[in-house]
């Protein structure tokens, strides 16, 4: 027997079922693998009795894809897949990618933009009766007014524009089992409204109680400290434990959220991930070649959800909040002995961990029964003091899995928290470099300019520097050469072209090259994008600056890559426009050459080995000789 979920008739006649309760319409190709939120609440809703089928990237052109599996008992589950449908489809440039790593072979264009409206409303016009429930990083990020990057325009909540029923926001599994047991016992969809981790809509706030008014839609539409107020309203209420029901008007409809749902046990976990998954993309991919996404994460393990770093630019503290929720060793175990036996496993576990790998605990004893601190980030910019780093779970962890048959090696690639490990009173790091780097170790500084990353709710340049120096004394006191390959961003809030300027001479002082440059983005939902659009900060109401002109994005992003000869034109125009002519020219503190030396000499000028100077074949300044490729 086929042991993936039904995707087909014919899937539903071999396991003799005529009817489903429940059918799921995902934005991403049906891959079985614990890694995609598709696959956990289908097998979870299976695991609780349930007739579950999956329509993955149904053809949005018409009904009749969304008819494949007939009319469901229950409800229809609608999501756009495991990233955001633009996000998905678009560059920082707004411009159209090509590949999908979540789609057959790679190749996009198998689903739509706003995947969850196009899905839920393609089902209002063939089933109009049946209860329609959206979740997944779409819905969950934009459940209230906010603001859209692509179309540059503030919208409503994607529930109002869907027309759902329900809306599950964050990771979904115990609310979903809740809304499950209230349908499959006939309580209407309509009443179904108490519900942690969900939204409903209703027609005015006289259908409410206890609750906290957000500014309306209209209103966060038409100014920008109403968006901005809105935005922090319901930010600081992001808990599962001291989280306020709020409320909102679009247009017609009052949109409500009830608080957070409560952090699953280290049981409740261990039952998610102990779930009989298939591990691996369905058959009908193999002729495309797969579904690529698989590849980072099938000898992989995740090992806790949550994160209580502050990023303010990331999704994760209104997805999967800030308190830690984490697995047994025993269920991690077991998973890792599973790997071992699937095919193509050679003996190497490629990462474990989570959001941010060595976040393996609260930050701190009381968040489980007070709930996270109302506006107090746990670790930036400047950590608590109630804050307990402690990684001995974690190692305790690593050593075993180390330890087990078959395995070779394990890896941490998932994110570190540098400045976390560096409170820690452990030998962490030096066990990490020894046992646990592939040669080199990803880390996220992001920038280094104080005021930037003070708005991006990271540490500062100091704490970059000093774990860099402790990185590379373990590394010598091992005897092993491995290397540190940081990410940074551009066009961050707060980041001017003289900040930009500085992080480009921070790059040359450290010899580094990044191959990979990230722009931001201002993705719906982060503290970050409401600083980007509004232009205030909206928990401290100050002004921050964001560099939204075409150009100047282009000029910060090229200033990280200033050695790049297609990069060299835009660069001197920054420093020009920044009045900092001194870092053009053949110096070693230059980042790029005159113009005019270039040009003319362009044909003996070659590529330099990173790190060199070029030498200006006119004049014979340059300081270090020119290496050809």
């Known amino acids: 027997m086929n042991r993936f979920l039904p995707i087909s008739r014919a899937d539903m006649e071999e396991r003799g079922w005529e009817t489903l309760d429940f059918v799921f319409i995902s934005g991403d190709a049906y891959v079985d693998h614990p890694s995609f939120g598709p ?47 633009l996000l998905n489809q678009f560059t920082a440039a707004k411009k159209r990618r090509h590949e999908d790593a979540y789609s057959p072979g790679g190749e ?8 969850t409206i196009v899905y839920a409303n393609r089902l209002r016009e063939l089933y109009p009766e049946v209860p329609i429930i959206i979740g997944g990083i779409e819905a969950s990020l934009r459940r ?33 089992l809740e809304i499950a047991a209230d349908l499959h016992q006939g309580v209407a969809v309509e009443n179904i409204q108490d519900v942690a981790g969900t939204c409903f809509r209703v027609p005015g706030f006289d259908y409410v109680y206890d609750y906290l008014k957000l500014p309306s839609f209209a209103a966060v539409r038409a100014e920008k400290r109403a968006f901005a107020e809105a935005f922090r309203t319901a930010y600081l209420e992001q808990d599962p434990i001291r989280g306020r029901r709020l ?64 990023c303010n630019f990331c999704a994760i503290i209104s997805h999967e909040g800030r308190i830690i929720q984490r697995r047994s060793h025993a269920s991690i175990l077991r998973e890792a002995r599973l790997l071992t036996q699937l095919p193509g496993f050679k003996g190497y576990i490629h990462d474990v961990g989570g959001p941010t790998a060595n976040f393996r605990r609260t930050s701190c004893d009381a968040q489980l029964v007070r709930g996270t601190c109302r506006g107090k980030p ?42 976390y490990l560096l409170l820690a009173k452990d030998d962490f790091l030096e066990e ?23 708005l991006m709710g990271k540490s500062n340049r100091a704490v970059y520097l000093e774990f860099v120096r402790r990185f590379r004394r373990v590394n010598e006191k091992l005897g092993k050469k491995q290397y540190l390959v940081p990410y940074f961003m551009s066009s961050h809030p707060g980041a001017e072209l003289s900040d930009a300027i500085e992080l480009a001479e921070f790059l040359r002082d450290m010899g580094y090259h990044p191959q990979q440059v990230q722009d931001f983005i201002p993705t719906p939902g982060t503290l970050s994008t409401c600083m980007w659009y509004t232009g205030l900060h909206p928990l401290t109401g100050e002004p921050v600056y964001s560099a939204k002109r075409p150009e100047e994005k282009r000029m910060q992003r090229a200033l990280m890559q200033y050695w790049l000869p297609r990069n060299h034109v835009i660069v ?32 003996r000028v070659r590529t330099v080995a990173a790190g060199k100077r070029r030498e200006c074949p006119r004049s014979g300044h340059g300081e270090q000789k020119r290496k050809r490729r």
């Not at 779970?393 to 395995?407: M, N, S, W």
């Not at 470099?433 to 003070?454: F, M, N, W, Y």
């Not at 009045?579 to 003319?600: F, K, M, N, Q, S």
């Open 378 to 419: 746990c670790l930036s910019p400047e950590p608590c003091a109630h804050l307990v780093a402690d990684h001995s779970d974690y190692l305790q962890l690593l050593r075993k899995l180390r330890a087990l048959p078959g395995v070779k090696k394990v890896f941490v690639r998932s994110g570190i928290r540098f400045d």
């Open 247 to 310: 409320a909102q008007q679009n247009d017609e409809w009052c949109v409500v959220q009830n608080p957070p749902a409560k952090p699953l046990t280290e049981t409740e976990m261990d039952e998610v991930y102990d779930l009989p998954y298939q591990r691996t993309y369905h058959p009908i991919y193999e002729k495309a070649g797969g579904v690529p996404a698989i590849k980072e994460v099938q000898f992989s393990l995740v090992s806790q959800r949550g994160c209580f770093g502050g």
């Open 39 to 85: 696959a956990i609440l289908c097998r979870l809703l299976e695991k609780h009795g349930y007739r579950v089928g999956i329509i993955p990237q149904p053809d949005w052109h018409s009904t009749r894809d969304f008819a494949r599996l007939g009319r469901p008992r229950l409800a229809f589950l609608v999501s756009a897949g495991n990233m955001d449908s």
């Open 108 to 115: 996009g264009g198998h689903r739509p933009a706003r995947a």
């Open 572 to 603: 001197r125009r920054a420093l020009r426009l920044a009045h900092r002519e001194d870092l053009i020219g053949y110096g070693a503190h230059a980042l790029v050459p005159p113009a005019e030396c270039e040009t003319a000499h362009r044909p």
């Open 432 to 454: 990490l470099c020894a046992h646990h780097v592939s040669g080199q170790l990803k880390i996220a500084p992001e920038h280094i300019s104080d005021r930037v990353t003070r």
């Open 144 to 176: 209230f007014a906010h603001y859209d990057y692509w179309s540059d325009e503030v919208r409503r909540s994607i529930l109002v524009d869907s027309m759902a029923d329900l809306l599950v926001y964050g990771m979904g599994e115990r609310a979903l």
